[in-house]
C-alpha cells in the first residue's frame, strides 16, 4: 500500500516492530539473526524497545495531537492508540518480572501486531483522507 510521504517513515518503522511482533509468538519459525531462547528473546524485544519503540510512539502520540480534532473516529482512534502505546510499554517493561515468560512474549507479540495492523489499516488511512494537504506537510515536518 502506498502511503503518504509524511507518513512514510512510521510505517517504515512498523516492518521492524512486526518482524519483532512476529518472532516473540509462540509459534514463531527460527528468525536468522534473532535469539531463539525466552530470556534473549525478553532481553532482545527490550532492547528494541528501548532503542527505537519507544521513541516512535512519542512520535505517534505527537501526530495524533496535531490530526485528533481533523474528525471524530480519528480522535476516538487517538485515545484508544495512546492507551495502547501504554499497555504495549507496560508489556514490554514487565517482561524480566514474568513468571511465565513464554506466554508474556507470546501475548506482547500478538498484541503488537494486532495494534500496527490498526495503525496501518484504520488510522493511517483516516488520517490521510480527513487531512489537507498543508496538515500533511506538518507531519511530515514534525516526523523528520
Avoid at 72 to 95: C, D, M, N, W, Y
Avoid at 133 to 142: F, N, T, V
Wanted: glycine residues 2%.
Amino acid at each position: 500500500m502506498k502511503r503518504h510521504e509524511s507518513l512514510a517513515p512510521l510505517s517504515r518503522d512498523h516492518h521492524a516492530s512486526l518482524i519483532l511482533a512476529q518472532s516473540l509468538k509462540k509459534t514463531a519459525p527460527p528468525y536468522k539473526g534473532i535469539p531463539q531462547e525466552p530470556l534473549a528473546k525478553a532481553a532482545w524485544a527490550q532492547s528494541s524497545f528501548h532503542s527505537s519503540i519507544q521513541e516512535h510512539f512519542e512520535k505517534e502520540e505527537t501526530l495524533l495531537e496535531k490530526v485528533k480534532t481533523r474528525h471524530p473516529e480519528i480522535q476516538k482512534l487517538a485515545g484508544e492508540i495512546t492507551e495502547e502505546h501504554r499497555l504495549l510499554k507496560e508489556a514490554f517493561l514487565s517482561l524480566n518480572t514474568s513468571t511465565d515468560l513464554i506466554s508474556a512474549l507470546d501475548k506482547l507479540g500478538w498484541e503488537l501486531e494486532k495494534h500496527i495492523r490498526k495503525e496501518e489499516r484504520v488510522l493511517f488511512p483516516m488520517i490521510e483522507q480527513h487531512c489537507s494537504a498543508e496538515d500533511l506537510d506538518e507531519i511530515r515536518k514534525l516526523l523528520q
